[in-house]
């Protein structure tokens, strides 16, 4: 099912992210990972993809099993950092083989180790969605972006941000999903001024429970996100006790959800790190809310 139908239906979705393991590490637990996500019966899982294709492999063949198997819709992320428009078409021909059609394309992190920019890879995700749009059949793919409330971290003024977004979002993308926020202000103000800039394709909103203090200090850092208050206060009151915080991050992005519900955002990520029990336990928390009437 392509994403774009599923988002503009404006019911309530709610969907989940998991990772494949890094080259190398074992497969172990990951199917765990993929039975207890489809378990909680989202409208979609994404799979994230490592930078320079460095979890391609396994990308495809999670998004591959999540459909199959699981019958779950499918959201396989492709990133183009320091690849070549060669790689980039070898990688979509395979997602396409495997029946998959959505493709959330980004740029991806730069690896330290790479020589960037190189004249013969991508540079921004708005040349990665040209080029698939390009691609035989490259009509027929629902495309993702990804977006920033608080402002691409490398861009130093917000309005240059939104520019850039709308110039990827006219290239072809057919959804946005943000990037991790605490403060929904934040989000509302955001979804307002990129409305006026024009740009009104569906807007996924992306909730990331915090469970672990000293991982999400180090997101935080690497996307540019702020911690306000009532969450930083959170933190440094439970961040030592891991029971704890798990309780009070799972409570605080449940208040997020109900909150964002509230305010008409309809369309719910919830970057669950490869725990499904933390999804699960948001998900039930809503339950009457995420599946009204019953819903399956």
Same mark, same amino acid.
């Given at each position: 099912m392509k994403l774009s139908a599923l988002l503009a239906q404006h019911e309530i979705t709610v969907s989940c992210e998991l990772f494949p393991p890094k080259s190398g590490a074992a *497969?172990?637990? /990951?199917?765990?990972? %993929?039975?207890?996500?489809?378990?909680?019966a989202p409208d979609f899982i994404s799979v994230t993809y490592g930078a320079g294709g460095s979890t391609s492999k396994? @990308? %495809?063949?999670?998004?591959?099993?999540? &459909?199959?198997? $699981?019958?779950? +819709?499918?959201?396989?992320?492709?990133?183009?950092?320091?690849?070549?428009?060669?790689?980039?078409?070898?990688?979509?021909?395979?997602?396409? &083989?495997?029946?998959?059609?959505?493709?959330?394309?980004?740029?991806?992190?730069i690896p330290q180790d790479a020589q960037f920019p190189r004249p013969d890879c991508f540079h921004y995700a708005n040349e990665l969605v040209s080029f698939l749009r390009s691609l035989e059949g490259g009509a027929d793919l629902c495309i993702g972006g990804a977006c920033y409330p608080e402002g691409h971290v490398e861009c130093p003024h917000f309005y240059t941000d939104l520019d850039n977004l709308k110039r990827k979002v006219d290239t072809g993308v057919d959804f946005l999903t943000t990037?991790?926020?605490?403060?929904?202000? /934040? *989000? $509302?103000?955001? *979804?307002?001024?990129?409305?006026?800039?024009?740009? @009104? /394709? +569906?807007?996924?909103?992306?909730?990331? +429970?915090?469970?672990?203090?000293? &991982?999400? &200090?180090?997101?935080?850092? %690497?996307?540019? @996100?702020v911690m306000p208050p009532r969450l930083q206060g959170i933190a440094d009151r439970f961040g030592d006790d891991p029971a704890a915080m798990r309780q009070a991050g799972i409570a605080y992005a449940t208040e997020q959800i109900l909150d964002l519900i509230a305010h008409g955002v309809t369309h719910i990520h919830i970057y669950t790190m490869n725990k499904p029990d933390v999804a699960a336990k948001i998900m039930d928390n809503l339950s009457s809310i995420l599946r009204p009437h019953g819903q399956d």
């Amino acid at each position: 099912m392509k994403l774009s139908a599923l988002l503009a239906q404006h019911e309530i979705t709610v969907s989940c992210e998991l990772f494949p393991p890094k080259s190398g590490a074992a *497969l172990e637990h /990951v199917d765990d990972v %993929l039975r207890d996500t489809a378990a909680l019966a989202p409208d979609f899982i994404s799979v994230t993809y490592g930078a320079g294709g460095s979890t391609s492999k396994r @990308t %495809l063949e999670l998004a591959s099993r999540l &459909q199959d198997v $699981y019958h779950v +819709p499918a959201l396989a992320h492709l990133t183009c950092v320091s690849s070549t428009r060669e790689e980039i078409a070898a990688m979509v021909g395979r997602l396409r &083989q495997a029946g998959i059609e959505n493709i959330l394309a980004l740029r991806g992190d730069i690896p330290q180790d790479a020589q960037f920019p190189r004249p013969d890879c991508f540079h921004y995700a708005n040349e990665l969605v040209s080029f698939l749009r390009s691609l035989e059949g490259g009509a027929d793919l629902c495309i993702g972006g990804a977006c920033y409330p608080e402002g691409h971290v490398e861009c130093p003024h917000f309005y240059t941000d939104l520019d850039n977004l709308k110039r990827k979002v006219d290239t072809g993308v057919d959804f946005l999903t943000t990037q991790m926020f605490f403060d929904n202000d /934040v *989000l $509302y103000r955001f *979804l307002f001024r990129a409305l006026d800039h024009g740009i @009104t /394709v +569906p807007i996924v909103a992306g909730i990331m +429970p915090v469970i672990s203090v000293r &991982q999400i &200090q180090r997101s935080c850092e %690497l996307s540019g @996100t702020v911690m306000p208050p009532r969450l930083q206060g959170i933190a440094d009151r439970f961040g030592d006790d891991p029971a704890a915080m798990r309780q009070a991050g799972i409570a605080y992005a449940t208040e997020q959800i109900l909150d964002l519900i509230a305010h008409g955002v309809t369309h719910i990520h919830i970057y669950t790190m490869n725990k499904p029990d933390v999804a699960a336990k948001i998900m039930d928390n809503l339950s009457s809310i995420l599946r009204p009437h019953g819903q399956d």
